[in-house]
């Protein structure tokens, strides 16, 4: 079984001010990293993805994750933040299917949440 | 940009009532999802379907809760007998065969009074 722990429920911080909102998981076999942000009365909206390559994963707004598989971490960074970027976080994982060359069944496991307040 | 669409966007229903949420998946993928969001709680998976059948369920998804592909666009949640607790908003989503990202819909809230 797969779990993500989101590490902080809320994070406040000024805006231009760099963030960093810290996702531990654990599982027993190869995972599918993800983050998604929901803005205040909104539906879920993928921000960035890990799936295989590079560590450091680019999303949009300027957002960036870096997969630590040693650590089973991935933390998403923004190096200066702005009001528009208030909204919560979701971490959240899936499990390859090794019957379908590891696609991922789309079952997807998900943190807390962290709520991003950014403060003018 | 193609997108997961749902209706309706929030319902109000009596406890017992039936309730029916729809949702039109992405046109070219063949994985749907149903999750639900109960307010201040984490996002949880409630059933996967793919080829005409329900492919994974968690224990949320009791014999109250069916899906429904009845044409070749639309996905259906339905809730035969509405309990409070069913209150929650809930998203829809879906996946290309063989991609790994998820999509999801803008979801429904549902509010059992």
């Known amino acids: 079984a797969q779990s993500v722990t989101q590490l902080d429920s809320q994070v406040p911080v000024f805006e231009e001010a760099p963030v960093e909102l810290r996702c531990n998981y654990s599982s027993s076999v190869s995972v599918y990293l993800f983050w998604y942000v929901q803005y205040p009365n909104q539906g879920l909206q993928l921000l960035l993805k890990?799936?295989?390559?590079?560590?450091l994963v680019k999303g949009i707004n300027g957002f960036e994750a870096e997969f630590n598989k040693s650590q089973t971490s991935f933390h998403l960074r923004k190096p200066s933040v702005h009001i528009s970027d208030t909204a919560e976080y979701f971490c959240?994982?899936?499990?390859?299917?090794?019957?379908?060359?590891?696609?991922?069944?789309?079952?997807?496991?998900f943190g807390q949440g962290t709520i991003l307040t950014v403060h003018p | 940009e193609p997108e997961v669409t749902q209706t309706p966007s929030h319902q109000v229903t009596q406890m017992g009532q039936e309730v029916i949420l729809r949702c039109v998946p992405i046109?070219?993928?063949?994985?749907f999802y149903w999750y639900r969001q109960i307010l201040g709680q984490k996002v949880e998976f409630l059933v996967s379907f793919y080829n005409n059948e329900i492919s994974e369920k968690s224990e949320i998804f009791d014999d109250q809760f069916s899906v429904e592909r009845p044409d070749g666009s639309n996905f259906t949640l339905k809730i035969r007998s509405t309990k409070l607790e069913d209150s929650a908003m809930y998203f829809c989503a879906s996946k290309r065969a063989a991609g790994n990202t998820i999509y999801f819909g803008e979801g429904s809230w549902l509010t059992v009074v």
């Open positions: 890990y799936l295989s390559g590079s560590t």
């Open positions: 046109s070219n993928h063949l994985y």
């Open positions: 959240a994982v899936s499990e390859g299917d090794p019957n379908a060359g590891g696609t991922s069944y789309g079952k997807l496991t």
